[in-house]
């Protein structure tokens, strides 16, 4: 047989579980993809040659696209960024 008093039932502080609905609720999911950093050598190699890659294409993609719109549109753009300020990063 079982030896000592039974235990008291946990007291419940109402309105709990509505704080926690709210909290999660506040944060929700984060946006974006989530991107795990490979850990051995050749795949980090492998990871830093495909962002600099994908990087290298974005700006040739957005340098093309300016000066197709600055070719089209009559008048200068000026919230559009020059071409030697986006080399320099």
Do not use: W, Y
């Amino acid at each position: 047989m079982a030896q000592g008093k039974f235990k008291a039932p946990k007291q419940h502080v109402p309105g709990k579980k509505k704080d926690k609905k709210a909290s999660k609720q506040k944060f929700g999911l984060k946006k974006g993809s989530l991107n795990i950093a490979p850990k051995k050598k050749r795949l980090q190699e492998a990871a830093s040659v495909k962002k600099g890659l994908e990087k290298g294409i974005r700006v040739c993609i957005e340098e093309e696209l300016t000066q197709k719109t600055r070719s089209l549109e009559p008048k200068a753009l000026a919230m559009l960024k020059t071409t030697a300020s986006t080399s320099k990063k």
